[in-house]
């Protein structure tokens, strides 16, 4: 019986068994320079990243995306006239900023999402949010399966999605859950939750358990997710993030106050100067930690390597091709019949 | 519901400023943890004649033995024989594949030499574009074995390329980063190998081959890759042997006449090929591979298989609509294919079907004859024993006769005087 091959295909000469040799190197050859290397071409063609945030008006969304950045990049709501103010519907509004530092070159876009559950009816407001990531997902997906590619395809996909929790104290939303139940498995979600400055250490520490436990209970896979833990020290690692800090209870600063002498970042109240980066007063230090300093390019890889490839061969699978979907998003978008 | 989506155009990318650290400048050790856990692949392919010293070279620039048997010179034709190591040096974990053409260049005819490495070379190129093109694919931990550097190895004639290297080199080089070096450099006096070395580039210039560029964009390798490439092509000695120079021990090959030091600057270009190749090019190398060599062989490949990117005014996609007619032929062919073996199939029962029967008949054929046999023994027995019955009563009825004949006999006799005894006393005995 003859294989069902549809092109012949040249069997490559089969390699042995990979033998390891390892202790008897008699000499330096240079092969651990390969990692400068690396760093170096990585530092010349620069990083993109790509932030959403979403969350109710007024929960410091802004504010907080401007801290973690130490800059701009997104613009407040100056002025509270509630007409201009809340949109009719969700929004997605896409900022990009370079920003440098220490020869290291990022493109940060900020994702923004006004008028998520602001409305007196908000059902299917994940909606629209849910359509842009997958948008995004498609235009990398286009970019790939061209004949002529470029040389480095746009990353335009959200590599992190920040969820802000309303600081109420009790427990989760139904929007929060439907939210999170709908947007875990096309995006890294990290839930935060917001103006932690309203509760107090055993508020705030019954809180977070509450939450944990409600998205347990309901199935949500939030940032670090348990199944993508690749060897014992990342599962370690993670799960002392996931059972213990996570979500992280952050406050939100760009003003600067003087404190025991030191310039910080904070926010004045009659009561006492809360300090933005002291983890006594809140965790913005631990999000900024996890998010940046530590795990942006895991944030980055998980979203290319399981997100994305999950989008794709769904897409690939659907009636084994894809119908016409015009690039240019601003068009309204024709379904497949 | 409407979205609209704002966006900033590229060009409009405001620069910031930041106001103190963030930390993101961490992300270029992120990127290379991430790296190193997961080890590097490299891949050498060595194209020369039998005998020029490849596998020494290889054992000499990766300080190791690696276990080969010398090649023949009777190879038939050119074939390519791969062999993967993995090496260690602290923490990174390379695996390197080192590819070896034996019979190079032993053949009387040499038309067909290059075709098995070029067959090599796009082998592996479309055993990434299958994996690449899957549903299903797991692109982050694929082995790579796409060569990412060829050694063409020179012989030390000291004129100039053989016409099967320039051959050779032309239809490689655009599948491969081509290094030439020059092989047994130990043969070549100084003042010929710099002759000779500006006889082969001027060589390769004029047939238009084009050999491996160092990358010199980027400042801190630009100046020794620059001075680095005048040496080209980098003549070479190889030895894993050591000979003790002055107090040290060091590579070298010892003649009559001197010592050649595989690391002395001054005998040969060996220091500089190893800077070239592993300490300041690898990452390039591989970079050359994937974004120029390999996408050059999938666009070739998705054409020829009759895809195209329309432009942008007309519908997009007909990659994804010929895919979708291929995969329906494909469904087509092999629904035709399973048809066939159905009917194959059915066929073949039949066959066996009646085979069987014909078993059977003559099967019951034979038990019929059998039987008949049996039966005609069983008469013929029968018939015997009848006769021996019949022979037995016979001789019977005449044992019977003749006893009876006898007792008359007797009783005759006796009767005879009884008789003349009787016939005075009864007269009713009467006589049998």
């Known amino acids: 019986m003859s294989e069902l091959v549809p092109e012949p295909r040249p069997k490559p000469a089969v390699p042995m068994k990979p033998v390891s040799i390892n202790s008897n190197l008699l000499g330096y050859i240079g092969i651990d320079t390969i990692i400068e290397q690396m760093r170096k071409k990585t530092m010349k063609t620069g990083f993109d990243f790509n932030i959403m945030v979403v969350g109710q008006s007024g929960l410091g969304k802004s504010t907080l995306v401007n801290t973690l950045f130490k800059s701009q990049v997104s613009r407040k709501a100056s002025s509270w006239n509630r007409e201009e103010k809340i949109p009719k519907t969700v929004e997605i509004k896409a900022i990009g900023h370079v920003i440098e530092e220490g020869g290291v070159k990022m493109k940060l876009t900020v994702i923004d999402t006004p008028g998520f559950g602001d409305q007196i009816n908000n059902e299917n407001c994940w909606e629209p949010i849910e359509k842009y990531i997958n948008e995004q997902y498609e235009k990398f997906l286009k970019e790939e399966v061209n004949i002529a590619r470029k040389k480095r395809i746009p990353d335009t996909r959200v590599h992190c999605c920040l969820y802000f929790i309303s600081p109420t104290g009790h427990s989760l939303r139904p929007l929060d859950l439907e939210f999170m139940k709908h947007l875990s498995k096309v995006v890294n979600i990290i839930p935060v939750i917001a103006k932690a400055d309203t509760m107090t250490l055993e508020e705030k520490s019954e809180f977070k358990q509450r939450v944990r436990k409600e998205l347990e209970v309901n199935g949500i896979e939030f940032y670090p997710q348990k199944e993508f833990d690749e060897d014992l020290e990342d599962k370690t690692e993670n799960d002392k993030i996931r059972q213990e800090s996570m979500p992280f209870a952050v406050v939100g600063s760009d003003k600067e106050y003087q404190v025991n002498g030191k310039r910080v970042l904070g926010r004045k109240t009659p009561w006492g100067i809360i300090e933005v980066e002291n983890l006594n007063h809140c965790e913005f230090a631990l999000l900024r930690d996890f998010v940046i300093r530590t795990h942006l390019q895991d944030l980055k890889e998980v979203t290319h390597n399981i997100h994305y490839e999950t989008y794709r061969a769904k897409r690939l699978n659907d009636n084994g091709g894809l119908p016409p979907v015009s690039v240019d998003t601003e068009e309204s978008h024709e379904s497949n019949p | 519901m409407a979205v609209a989506v704002g966006r900033q155009s590229n060009e409009e990318l405001r620069n910031l400023s930041l106001s103190g650290h963030v930390g993101f400048d961490s992300l270029p050790d992120q990127l290379v943890n991430k790296s190193t856990s997961q080890g590097f692949c490299f891949n050498i392919l060595c194209v020369g004649e039998t005998g020029i010293g490849k596998s020494t070279l290889m054992d000499t620039l990766f300080n190791t033995k690696f276990e080969s048997d010398p090649a023949t010179h009777n190879e038939p034709g050119v074939r390519l024989k791969a062999r993967s190591y993995e090496l260690q040096e602290s923490n990174v974990r390379l695996k390197l594949t080192i590819v070896d053409t034996v019979g190079f260049g032993d053949q009387i005819n040499k038309d067909d030499s290059y075709k098995p490495i070029v067959e090599y070379i796009d082998a592996q190129f479309e055993a990434y574009l299958q994996e690449e093109l899957k549903i299903k694919r797991s692109l982050f931990n694929y082995h790579d074995t796409r060569i990412h550097a060829c050694l063409y190895f020179i012989a ?277």
Request: charged share 35%; proline share 3%; glycine share 2%.
């Open chain 2, 156 to 432: 030390p004639t000291g004129h100039s390329l053989k016409s099967l290297d320039l051959v050779t080199m032309k239809k490689l080089d655009s599948k491969v980063n081509i290094i030439p070096i020059i092989a047994k450099a130990d043969t070549i006096a100084k003042n010929e190998l710099h002759k000779f070395k500006s006889k082969i580039m001027s060589e390769l210039v004029s047939n238009g081959v084009q050999i491996y560029q160092f990358p010199t964009d980027e400042e801190t390798v630009a100046e020794i890759n620059a001075t680095m490439s005048v040496h080209l092509p980098f003549a070479v000695v190889g030895s894993t042997e050591e000979v003790k120079i002055g107090n040290k021990m060091a590579k070298a090959r010892q003649y009559p006449w001197g010592v050649v030091q595989v690391e002395n600057e001054n005998h040969c270009d060996f220091v500089k090929l190893r800077e070239m190749l592993i300490r300041v090019n690898m990452e390039d190398l591989r970079e050359q591979t994937h974004t120029r060599h390999y996408e050059l062989y999938r666009r070739c490949k998705l054409e020829e298989m009759g895809f195209k990117d329309t432009d942008p005014d007309s519908k997009p996609f007909s990659l994804q609509e010929t895919y979708e007619a291929k995969r329906n032929e494909f469904l087509g062919e092999l629904q035709k294919k399973e048809e066939e073996m159905r009917q194959m199939f059915v066929m073949r029962v039949k066959e066996k079907e009646a085979e069987l029967k014909e078993a059977e008949k003559e099967l019951h054929e034979k038990f019929d004859l059998l039987k008949r046999t049996h039966q005609e023994e069983k008469k013929k027995v029968e018939d015997k024993k009848k006769e021996l019955e019949d022979e037995v009563n016979n001789f019977q009825k005449k044992k019977a006769a003749a006893q009876l004949l006898q007792s008359q006999a007797q009783q005759s006799g006796a009767q005879q005087t009884k008789k003349d005894k009787d016939k005075k006393n009864s007269p009713w005995l009467c006589t049998e």
